[in-house]
């Protein structure tokens, strides 16, 4: 009897390192019986002891690495993004356009701790979270189910924070070397609460209009940003370069990038800390991040060779800058993919943003004569849009089974599958996103504009945005006598 006692304990603690998987697999219930079949002896009180150990193990792998992908997202914005654009100006505006990013990372963060996240994602309408995380008041370590139910609350507050927090930053390379610190402070303070709240709402928040997890009217597959990030940004972007008009000596003056070095080390920065944005947004440490860290890494890897390749056909030659433009448009093209797409469908979604921004950027731009200083619609806005549509093109419930019916049976995700509906869906997401975007930012250009004033002085965009702004310079070149 004592023999059969202990070869029985020992059949449970050699399955106890699997019990995660086991508990996520089979009910509660289930383990029960089956363990007081191997071992009656066992109290039902020791088994909840085990069961709240596993419980508790698979939080905690969860919540490192959502803190980990936290970190990696923030810095995307910076050093990442802060290199990319810094890179990309001239000498003169190399500190006032590292500082857009950087006043981001600290005024988005005070925005989003007092109402942001309330407005993002509380209880609400369709369009808009309420105030009833102002503050962050019931925001604790305590998992929110409604959005993950295995990582603190808090945790999530902070990983959607770093998005908050590079979204208007990705703006600032539209009116890079033209816009005043102080009008960037506010035109950009508000569109977070007027553009990127309530779209972040409508996408990912409880009761959103789009959101395809909780039940929105119309289900939008986004999985880290396509909608919510890129078009809104890149968009907004576009109306900056209009409202503001062009940089003096635009395009007749040349305007090279003072160092592409820079931007090649702020890209290759992005690279790495868009594993935390796109398998982050798996919201746990599973097979479902997994499959959108190769997504990712296939995606920009495609994209790079179709930007190259594009470049190298109609100017003869592959450029630095344009590898590492390529790159940038596939990890945007497949943020909204990277949690519904195979690893070839990746690569099928990378190589065509990578040739479609590539003329976005140079035949589109040209011909329409507008100056996108840095490309940001023509990378964000454009790949966040060809990425979104894509999306239901290529989205596999085998990857991500989104979609049940009342009974739990999986239903296609999108057109490859059967689901032709999904496309008009993601084209509505598109379509509030870019309304959205384009009502929102002239609205607030025309107020900042009226009280404040966006633009530099003519003597000060000549003298620079390091000197006008900030009174410093970026270098301080020293020669022996």
Known sequence: MRRQLFQRIAVLLLLLPFAPMILEAAPSHYLRTTAAMVAPEISVERLGAVEHAAAAAQSSGDNAWMLTSTALVLLMTGPGLALFYGGLVRKKNVLGTVMQSFGMMAVITVIWAVVGYSLAFGQGSAFLGGLHNLFLRGVGVQPDPAYAATIPAQTYMMFQLMFAIITPALITGAFAERMKFSAMLVFLTLW??????????????????????????????????????????????????????????????????????????????????????????????????????????????????????????????????????????????????SGFVSPMSALAIGLIAGVFCFWMVTTVKSKFGYDDSLDAFGVHGAGGTIGALLTGIFASSAVNPIFKDASGKTLASGVLEGNVHQIWNQAIGVAIAWTLAIVGTLVILKIVDAVIGLRVSEEQETQGLDLSQHGEEGYYWETSA
């Open 192 to 337: 977070s609460l007027l553009v990127y709240d309530p779209m972040a709402h409508m996408v990912w928040g409880k009761g959103g209009l789009l959101n395809a997890s909780l039940g929105g009217r119309f289900p939008t597959l986004d999985f880290a940003g396509g909608t919510v990030v890129h078009i809104t940004s890149g968009v907004s972007a576009l109306i900056c370069a209009l409202y503001l008009g062009k940089r003096l000596g635009y395009p007749k003056e040349n305007m090279p990038p003072h160092s592409v070095v820079l931007s090649f080390v702020g890209a290759c920065l992005l690279w790495v800390g868009w594993f935390g944005f796109n398998a982050g947004s798996a919201l746990a440490s599973n097979g479902l991040a997994t499959s959108a860290f190769v997504a990712t890494h296939f995606g920009a890897a495609a994209a790079v060779v179709g930007w190259s390749a594009a470049e190298w056909l109609t100017h003869g030659k592959p450029s630095a800058l344009g590898a590492i433009s390529g790159c940038v448009a596939g990890l945007v093209a497949i943020t909204p993919a």
